[in-house]
């Protein structure tokens, strides 16, 4: 069973994330990423996009530290919301969910 308790401030922005799947995981055990970028009229979308998600695989590769990938794209600020608000297609609490078990796993084989 998981439990994750996600803290935000007023505004929404996420202050810390607690993720609880059995076994306690360190703070440098892993790496969530967690954002939003919403198409525009210019091409950066799609260069924002491809380097955020090369830029959080380098890590990994670099590190050995497993990252999530918590970065909602979409077209739209409805659509941002929907993916990010309760429900099954919460992507942070999935992320969170993802690199805890992710972590948990590592500790196993090593």
Do not use: W
Not at 58 to 69: A, N
Not at 87 to 110: E, P
């Amino acid at each position: 069973m998981a439990i994750i308790e996600i803290r935000t401030d007023v505004t929404g922005i996420v202050l810390s994330i607690d993720v609880e799947v059995g076994q306690a995981i360190e703070a440098d055990d892993a790496v969530i990423t967690l954002g939003v970028v919403i198409r525009g009229e210019t091409d950066h979308y799609d260069f924002v996009c491809a380097e955020a998600a090369r830029g959080i695989q380098d890590v990994q590769l670099e590190t050995g530290v497993p990252c999530s990938f918590g970065v909602i794209t979409c077209d739209t600020m409805e659509q941002a919301l929907e993916r990010a608000g309760g429900g099954k297609r919460d992507q942070g609490r999935n992320a969170a969910l993802t690199v805890a078990r992710m972590a948990l796993l590592q500790r196993q084989l090593a």
